[in-house]
């Protein structure tokens, strides 16, 4: 019997497709960002704001250092990583509506951390430094961006560390830890790791022990 023949797709519902896609990717690399730039500073001011005093959780915080710069800065993978981790696995696409024509399939999400990773090879590769040959090597330009500085700027001291430095492995740096956090929250969330945790844990909580 002969098998039957695809319905080709026509072109404009392909074109849709490439468009849904692409906007889906964009706006989970916008998310990615959002995260670092945004999100994890203001989960930061508003655990040492709101939370912890509510909760008289001991913050060891330098007088003057507010909001907790310091402490966001020595901190910086896991604050911005684990926010991106929760986001990227929770996939914001499926809570658009349809008619937004916005591709809702994860498999685009795994990919949001591609344009953060890139901006940060070629701001690595773009990276002079000071005039010295030690400066100007490739490991000087991984630590620049990868060695995150401690201390945060302030008004009352502007010479606290390199200002330019903690501008750009805030914006830099921190969504590309973002990104491959999101991804993989995204790659988690496409294969259910969480419920497949949860089914795993209850399944094992509600065995019953062999009968003697």
Not at 20 to 30: I, P, Q
Not at 48 to 70: C, E, M, Y
Not at 84 to 89: D, K, N, P, R, S
Not at 156 to 167: E, K
């Amino acid at each position: 019997m002969a098998s039957p023949v695809p319905t080709p797709v026509p072109n404009a519902a392909r074109s849709r497709s490439v468009f849904g896609y692409a906007v889906a990717f964009f706006l989970h690399t916008a998310v990615v960002y959002g995260c670092a730039i945004r999100l994890s500073p203001w989960l930061v001011y508003h655990w040492f704001g709101w939370v912890a005093p509510i909760l008289h959780v001991s913050v060891n915080v330098p007088a003057g250092d507010w909001p907790p710069g310091d402490w966001y800065l020595q901190h910086l993978e896991l604050a911005t990583i684990v926010p991106a981790l929760i986001v990227g696995y929770i996939n914001v696409t499926r809570l658009l509506p349809s008619s937004f024509g916005v591709a809702r399939s994860a498999s685009v999400a795994i990919w949001a951390g591609v344009i953060p990773a890139v901006v940060l090879i070629c701001k690595m590769m773009l990276y002079e430094g000071h005039s010295s040959v030690l400066y100007s090597s490739p490991t000087a330009a991984i630590a620049y961006f990868l060695d995150i500085q401690k201390r945060m700027p302030t008004r009352t001291n502007l010479f606290a560390s390199d200002a330019v430095r903690v501008v750009a492995q805030m914006t830099v740096t921190a969504p590309f830890y973002s990104g491959v956090a999101y991804s993989l929250g995204a790659l988690a969330s496409r294969y259910g790791l969480a419920t497949k945790l949860f089914l795993f844990e209850r399944h094992n909580g509600s065995s019953t022990p062999p009968e003697s």
